[in-house]
């Protein structure tokens, strides 16, 4: 998977996010997002994705030498944040029947293979709803880490982990982002040291 973003803006209202950032994320490489809080790198991050709009300049996705419409983005990425919601109201096990109907695993992962990975055998038959805050953070990074998908985007990845947990995150990304294209916005080291490339929002923060 390949992103070429030229001369990209964002801007709310009247406040520019970033503008004119022009770069190309390339097939297989991993890039950290980097900035301070409030820099805008989970909105650059959404706007990679296809989830917001740019306000200006272009985006152009290809995947294997041939141009992807952004609208056939989501079937190519997976995506894990803080914010995203989990659907609380199933079991491990039917959230797991459910989510891969729309997003297979990657060859020779199963469901049940994942659940093992992610260390949740013993809450298979339990209710998202009363997972703790880690284990459903460990469940979306399993769930994103573990799909079939060319590009993988991850914002804060460690948020609600303890050391056991920043421990696995580190293990299963360095494991499953060989081959793909991994973006991961942060600003906590240990979360993006394997990322060979860094881009600093800030750089182009409105001036």
Known sequence: MQIEARDLGKRFVREWIFRELTH????GSATAILGPN?????TLLNTLSGQLLPTHGTLAYSYQGRPVPVED???LLAYCAPYLELIEELTLTELLHFHTRFKPLRPGTTSARLIELMYLEKSRHKLVRDFSSGMKQRLKLGLALYADAPLLLLDEPTTNLDRTGIDWYREHVEATATGRLTLVSSNVAEEYDFCTEHLEVSRFAAR
Not at 24 to 27: D, G, L
Not at 38 to 42: A, P
């Open 24 to 27: 190309t994320f390339r097939p």
């Open 38 to 42: 409030g820099s805008g790198k989970s």
């Open 73 to 75: 983005l989501p079937q």
